[in-house]
T-cell receptor, first 109, second 117 residues
Framework: GQNIDQPTEMTATEGAIVQINCTYQTSGFNGLFWYQQHAGEAPTFLSYNVLDGLEEKGRFSSFLSRSKGYSYLLLKELQMKDSASYLCAPMDSNYQLIWGAGTKLIIKP | GAVVSQHPSWVICKSGTSVKIECRSLDFQATTMFWYRQFPKQSLMLMATSNEGSKATYEQGVEKDKFLINHASLTLSTLTVTSAHPEDSSFYIC?????????????FGPGTRLTVL
């Protein structure tokens, strides 16, 4: 079957760094997306990885290891507005996104 | 990025009535649109995939006669919840994709919160 494994909740301090890990199993693979979702809102795109390695975009970076079925999202210089759920979503062979419940990130001052 | 709108953003209706939700891609042509449902603190659940001009493909467990999807043009898809009941209360989100995009990215609408009394 297809599944996503992410921590349910994480807490970090404003200004710090946090890494959100994701392991996945899919039928085929066409890349992996990370989305941010604030409560009551739709997801917004953060990053896309299809090749192994690190993609850096400002304060956010995303890493992928296809052989390990593993990705992480790294958030630097955390701000209070980063409090949200972070969704790891691999895309399967049918180009469908596979969704887990996401990781709720709580930022404390 | 591309913009997708949804209307209405929230709706309250009586049990037994039907509700139509519109999803529009504002600045690109979306050959494929996706409809999701999300209950509180749960993951997004794909309900159906619709391609312009053809019938929607529904996920297992989703009643196609209850959730009517129409994708009549490259910029508009509609989801109609027929004979809505309180258990249909949820956050409905559409997304749109176009083969011209770099990496099959789905652009999400802002969502529609449906409350059935």
């Amino acid at each position: 079957g297809q599944n996503i494994d992410q921590p349910t909740e994480m807490t970090a301090t404003e200004g710090a760094i946090v890494q959100i890990n994701c392991t996945y199993q899919t039928s085929g693979f066409n890349g992996l997306f990370w989305y941010q979702q604030h409560a009551g809102e739709a997801p917004t795109f953060l990053s896309y990885n299809v090749l192994d390695g690190l993609e850096e975009k400002g304060r956010f970076s995303s890493f992928l290891s296809r052989s390990k079925g593993y990705s992480y999202l790294l958030l630097k210089e955390l701000q209070m507005k980063d409090s949200a759920s972070y969704l790891c979503a691999p895309m399967d062979s049918n180009y469908q996104l596979i969704w887990g419940a996401g990781t709720k990130l709580i930022i404390k001052p | 990025g591309a913009v997708v709108s949804q209307h209405p953003s929230w709706v309250i209706c009586k049990s037994g009535t039907s509700v139509k939700i519109e999803c529009r891609s504002l600045d690109f042509q979306a050959t494929t649109m996706f409809w999701y449902r999300q209950f509180p603190k749960q993951s997004l659940m794909l309900m159906a995939t619709s391609n312009e001009g053809s019938k929607a493909t529904y996920e297992q467990g989703v009643e196609k006669d209850k959730f009517l999807i129409n994708h009549a043009s490259l910029t508009l898809s509609t989801l109609t919840v027929t004979s809505a009941h309180p258990e249909d209360s949820s956050f409905y989100i559409c997304s749109a994709a176009s083969p011209g995009q770099d990496y099959n990215e789905q652009f999400f609408g802002p969502g529609t919160r449906l409350t059935v009394l």
